[in-house]
């Protein structure tokens, strides 16, 4: 993946139902709508013909893109051709319901030009499954990704851990038939709920008790030990992928690279600039109908303090870590000198590490890196002062 190439990521914001710990843009309604949508969205896409730089990857994301027909997805991707120069090996990744999958729907989607799919399966656990909302069952989960596989597909699978009720037993026996499905990529994420969603409120409200956080800690480093045991490598803190299988759009993020999102609440982060496009969709739909471009509800050009925490609070969530050169190259200025007292004394107390010129949290710490976090913001917040105020005397 070149680092001068850039992503795109192309929201579908529908989805049958709405899952109840589930806070992004989506909504139920409007299906009607979609063929309209799917308009807007090419023609969004057509601002962007003087971009030059060739995209390396493609994300359709949602809400659900599965629902979306092969020829719909082929003509997205056809107006992507036609906008971007696309590099021959592109990674193009649809999100997947199980519950929606079929081998023809599957085979065509693979002939329209998709290579990757992502399974939002969550648990393999039936009970699980209702109690997060879920449309599929674990035998569809089961049955999808073996159907990915027939044709043709490397593939994901989402996984979450620390639901309600759930033990350290469980959660090893979920990895392990999850590793009976042979993905080539597995995302296990810790349940994390807003107190706006259903399932926040429940837990608020004591219907819902999740794990300790001493069982939190041991699911996790289970999952560490049982995925390196099968061959797979963590090269994120909730990303584990086979050998040569990491996905290069996610990388982009968490390498802090550029990438162009299009749709109604696609974010994007591009010519030093951060936009994000109206979650409402006829809004969206009129705006871009209108002038070709979408209604923003932000657009800002990140100050020095963002655009370094940013650099840091992503690229430390990597297993590979933050590069001391190229954060020297990016900031003319080295990391220890933005770090302060606070560097070497995250590294003393063994919270991070530098091996071969690359910055990195610790393996056995990397569930409190939010925590390791804080006070790398704090020693960002004290540098951009102290060169503020240099720069103020300077002045004078």
């Known amino acids: 993946m ?17 899952c109840p710990y589930c806070d992004f843009d989506r909504q139920a309604t409007g299906f009607d709508r979609i ?43 056809a107006a992507a051709r036609e906008t971007f120069d696309m590099q021959p090996d592109a990674e193009i990744t649809v999100e997947c319901n199980p519950g929606d999958a079929d081998l023809a729907k599957l085979q065509a989607f693979r002939a329209a030009g998709a290579t990757r799919l992502s399974f939002g399966v969550q648990s393999l656990d039936d009970a699980f499954l209702k109690l997060l909302g879920r449309r599929h069952s674990s ?70 008790v999740l794990p300790q956080d001493d069982e939190l800690a041991e699911m996790y480093t289970s999952t560490r030990h049982q995925l390196a045991n099968a061959g797979f490598e963590q090269y994120e803190i909730s990303n584990w992928a086979r050998p040569r299988q990491a996905s290069r759009h996610n990388l982009t993020y968490w390498r802090d690279g550029q990438w ?12 030093g600039r ?38 840091l609070s992503l690229g430390l969530r990597l297993r590979e870590g933050v590069s001391l050169d190229e954060f020297r190259l990016r900031y003319g200025v080295d990391l220890a000198t933005v770090f302060g007292e606070t560097g070497p004394w995250l590294i003393e107390t063994d919270f991070l590490e530098c091996v071969d010129g690359r910055l990195k949290i610790a393996a056995d710490h990397q569930l409190i890196t939010n925590e390791i976090l804080v006070r790398i913001e704090e020693a960002i917040d004290d540098y951009v002062r102290r060169e503020t105020s240099a720069s103020q005397i300077a002045a004078r």
């Open 35 to 77: 063929d309209v949508y799917l308009e807007a969205v090419n023609r969004e896409l057509a601002q962007f013909r003087q971009v030059d730089q060739p995209v390396h990857s493609i994300f359709f994301g949602g809400g659900t893109p599965s629902l979306m027909s092969a020829a719909q997805l082929s003509q997205l991707l």
């Open 139 to 208: 035998a569809e989960a089961r049955q999808a990704a073996a159907w990915a596989k027939q044709a043709g597909f490397d593939f994901n699978l989402d996984f979450m851990f620390g639901l309600p009720g759930q033990s350290l037993e469980h959660w090893q026996d979920t990895l392990d038939q999850a590793l009976e499905l042979h993905p080539d990529h597995l995302s296990c994420y810790l349940l994390t709920l807003d107190e706006n969603v259903q399932m926040g409120r429940d837990v608020a409200r004591g219907k819902l």
């Open 274 to 311: 951060r936009w994000k496009n109206t979650p409402v969709l006829e809004r969206y739909i009129s705006s871009v109908t209108a002038s070709g471009v979408a209604h923003r509800v932000e657009d800002e050009v990140p100050d020095l303090r963002t655009r370094m925490l940013d650099t």
């Open 2 to 18: 070149a680092r001068d190439s850039i992503a795109l990521y192309v929201h579908f914001p529908f989805c049958l139902s709405i």
């Open 260 to 271: 162009i999102g299009v749709g109604a609440g696609a974010a994007s982060a591009y010519g």
